[in-house]
């Protein structure tokens, strides 16, 4: 299982799950995109699109750093371009880029509710449609959205609708994606962790004691890695959780994800029953 010679377009790459998926590519000696807009140190965030790419090269993989707001249509149809061109195709897209607000209706501003919707919704439908004219000429196209299976019980949208209709935004790609690309042989996946992951985004939606309770993205990324080596044609439309795809793999010891070593009373992420 290998993603050598593979090209990877990656959206929100410079830090957390984006990156992580990145490096455990580059281990292969895969080709990485990374797009984002970070290009200057953020007072606040790890990394830019650069020292991702530095990272990227510093694993055995070739990068390229693209500055892009993914929400900007020519942006984004430009760094795809610029991104084929430089590779001579692209085999993978893994849609990451996420805004999230986990606030109640009165309390979500229609500027964050419309962010969240450019981010999640629209830029992971803009990506697919930009990416497809080399996915199909691609002999194991893959795209991999981090989204949650498709769960309408209500409890997941009480207390945070605006989020919640986002997110399963991109599962409901996968869903019809899966089956119009199928005939291509393009697989269209998504992936969610089962428990919480210490990203920034983590950070800036509770307090530091859940990074007690939380996984690293490495996690992710290997089960990532699994599914993007799988066969296209026999492995599309389905909703993985981390955990299970890497048990699937024969994995388990899952010490090593841990922040905190020895931690074994994880918090199950949104979407997933504790």
């Given amino acids: 299982m290998s993603l050598s010679g593979k090209t990877l377009f990656i959206t929100g790459a410079s830090r957390g799950i984006g990156k992580a998926i990145a490096l455990r590519a580059a281990r292969d000696g895969a080709q990485v995109a990374i797009l984002g807009k970070t290009t200057q140190p953020h007072p606040t965030l790890p990394g830019t699109i650069h020292s991702a790419a530095a990272e990227v090269e510093a694993a055995g993989g070739r990068a390229l750093a693209l500055a892009a707001d993914v929400r900007d249509e020519a942006a984004v149809r430009d760094a795809v371009a610029r991104a084929a061109a430089h590779f001579g195709g692209i085999d993978i897209l893994v849609n990451n880029a996420s805004a999230i607000s986990l606030t109640t209706t009165a309390a979500t501003t229609m500027k964050r509710f419309d962010l969240m919707m450019a981010v999640n919704v629209r830029a992971t439908f803009l990506c697919a449609q930009t990416c497809l004219p080399w996915l199909t000429k691609a002999s194991n ?110 994995v388990t010891n899952f010490d090593p994800y841990a922040v905190v070593p020895g931690t074994t009373a994880f918090i199950p992420d949104l979407f997933v029953d504790g």
């Fill in 141 to 250: 196209a893959h795209i991999l959205n981090l989204a949650p299976p498709v769960d309408l019980r209500p409890a997941w949208f009480q207390n945070h609708v605006a989020y919640t209709i986002s997110k399963l935004g991109m599962s409901l790609c996968v869903l019809g994606m899966a089956e119009e690309f199928r005939a291509s042989g393009i697989a269209v996946n998504a992936l969610w962790p089962r428990t919480i992951i210490a990203t920034s985004a983590l950070s800036q939606v509770g307090d530091a004691s859940l990074l007690q309770a939380a996984r690293k993205p490495e996690i992710v990324a290997d089960a990532a890695h699994a599914i993007l080596c799988r066969p296209s044609r026999t492995c599309t439309g389905n909703f993985f959780l981390d955990e299970d795809v890497l048990r699937t793999e024969g």
